[in-house]
């Protein structure tokens, strides 16, 4: 586990609309999927895994994808994989689909490492409908009708995955993974720092400006807004800690320093713009909304 010698999680298995299903959650720093554990697993699946909470960096197959919460991908049971978590905690939810079902209905054009990116049209449709599924409909045809719409989109989405080239290059992919991992945990680890600037955090990695932003794009993100919401995400603790401390003589200056900003005014209005109140209101903003 990441942070931790304790892994927590939880693993639930259900079968909803005539479809197995795995809801998992853990604080794992990494998951493996070797052919040794292949050889021992007498099912024959694919997996359409769902991103729900947490980012998960997903190696399969030849592709590597960032999973953010909404994205989804097609995993064949058959062949190693391997997930690599970012953050304390990441919950997925996994539909098992047989392996003959799924050739008989498509054939060759299925294979496991499909990226469903959360802004496809399809991918926004498979999520609707696994909703659907997952609120426990009782009537047999409408989960019959569920089950089909399921298959239908996936069916959809295989096709056009199948009939486009990707072009992309799997050591590219990693090789930007593995520096995003660098990328994250420096920050994460350097943010109080006051001084701290990204051209630091490049250069500190030994690599340039440009393949440091290039890597943060598998987030949709930018590494100056990553160490900019970590402050904050620092800020906003503190701030709740003053007020459940009942200890309003902590100043927001002295937090803001602490979170790394130095320079008050510039903490006020990223605040503000963040969270829609000054930061001396968090607090009890927070409380009137509860």
């Known amino acids: 586990a990441r942070d931790s010698s304790i892994l927590r999680g939880r693993v639930y298995q259900d079968s909803l609309a005539g479809i197995d299903i795995a809801h998992i959650a853990t ?5 493996q999927r070797t052919a040794q554990d292949i050889s021992k697993d007498s099912g024959e699946n694919y997996f359409l895994i769902t991103q729900e909470e947490g980012r998960a960096l997903m190696m399969h197959n030849n592709t590597a994808h960032m999973l953010t919460p909404g994205d989804m991908i097609l995993v064949d049971s058959g062949k190693p994989s391997e997930f690599v978590f970012f953050g304390k905690f990441s919950r997925q939810l996994s539909v098992h689909l047989p392996r003959e079902d799924m050739q008989q209905r498509f054939g060759n054009m299925i294979a496991g490492g499909m990226y469903l990116p959360r802004t496809d049209y399809t991918t926004a449709s498979l999520y609707g409908v696994l909703a659907k599924v997952c609120s426990s409909p009782t009537d047999q045809r409408l989960s019959g009708f569920l089950r089909e719409a399921l298959l239908s989109l996936l069916g959809a989405a295989i096709f056009e995955h199948s ?6 290059d799997f050591e590219s992919d990693i090789s930007g993974a593995q520096l995003l991992e660098r990328g994250l945990s ?55 800690q003053r007020g459940c401390a009942k200890q309003p003589s902590v100043l927001v200056s002295s937090i803001a320093y602490d ?14 713009r963040y969270f829609s109140c000054p930061p001396g209101k968090y607090k009890t903003d927070k409380d009137s909304q509860a």
């Open 27 to 31: 604080n794992a720093q990494s998951i």
């Open 163 to 168: 009939h486009s080239a990707s072009g992309r």
């Open 259 to 272: 979170s790394g900003f130095n320079d008050v005014s510039y903490f006020n209005r990223q605040f503000r």
């Open 186 to 240: 420096y920050i994460d680890s350097q943010f109080k720092v006051c001084d701290l600037t990204i051209q630091t955090v490049a250069d500190d990695l030994n690599v340039s400006m440009r393949k440091l932003q290039r890597a943060f794009n598998l987030l949709d993100t930018t590494p100056s807004a990553h160490l900019l919401s970590r402050r904050l995400e620092h800020a906003c603790q503190q701030l709740l």
